[in-house]
């Protein structure tokens, strides 16, 4: 099993994709009216798909996913850059923190972090805090359904692709449950060649997970919700 995408819903896919994409130095993979595809490269290390699908509403629950950017020494400098994109400052009750909270062109809101000595070599995005009931127990079902090794971090677990490259995914301590409504922002992993697809299946409920028995119509894949009721696709194997 691999992670593969990061998905951000957007009413206009074509605006959400060109602001990460100058944002991010991705590269266009795909493009169609209700989805745009880009790649994120990190030499040495992983890489991801932003998968950018079409939505016919605006985000109205807090991001339960969101992105953590590398600013470091150049964090006013990607401010200002971001903010040109299209960018734009929000309060959302973080008070006096050292990072710098953003929304993009949707109104996802995104950070861009200060200087720590764990974002090395992560390339752009720093890390993905993820809300977690138990980040403990979350952290032992992502590790398994990822491959990804525990590192040391600030938040309660950070996982790290074994590479130690590539952004940490943070397992934080959720303010409130998860609501009815899907998240906005979320992760799909894909089953390598040979491995098999009930097994994985049979290994994510035996964590803690369950499979999201959705209204979307037929999907080539499958959606599963975490031990905390956050969302992720498992996709079909690669080939």
């Not at 951000?8 to 944002?23: K, L, M, N, Q, S």
């Not at 299209?86 to 006096?96: N, T």
């Not at 964590?207 to 499958?222: A, I, K, T, V």
């Amino acid at each position: 099993m691999r992670l593969e995408n990061i998905t951000i819903d957007a009413v206009d896919p074509a605006r959400a994709a060109a602001f990460w994409e100058a944002a991010l130095g991705t590269k266009r993979l795909t493009t169609a009216p209700d989805l745009i595809e880009t790649r994120l490269s990190l030499p040495g290390g992983p890489w991801f798909d932003i998968c950018i699908p079409q939505v016919p509403t605006p985000p109205a629950e807090p991001l339960r996913l969101h992105l953590d950017l590398r600013g470091g020494a150049e964090q006013s400098e990607l401010v200002d850059r971001l903010l040109t994109l299209g960018a734009r400052h929000v309060d959302l009750g973080q008070g006096d923190v050292p990072w710098v909270v953003l929304t993009d062109v949707e109104s996802n809101a995104f950070c861009v972090m200060e200087q720590r000595s764990e974002y090395t070599d992560t390339g752009p995005i720093a890390a993905l805090p993820l809300d977690s009931a138990d980040p403990e127990r979350d952290a032992q079902f992502w590790s398994w359904l990822t491959g990804w090794v525990e590192v040391a971090g600030t938040a309660p677990r950070s996982l790290r692709h074994p590479s130690l490259r590539g952004p940490l995914l943070e397992l934080c301590p959720e303010l409130g449950p998860k609501g009815e409504d899907k998240n906005r922002m979320h992760l799909d992993v894909r089953p390598e060649a040979g491995d098999d697809p009930d097994a994985v299946v049979a290994g994510i409920l035996e964590r803690g997970g369950r499979e999201f028995h959705h209204e979307w119509g037929d999907l080539p894949w499958r959606v599963f919700l975490d031990p905390s009721g956050n969302e992720f696709c498992v996709l079909p194997p690669s080939t």
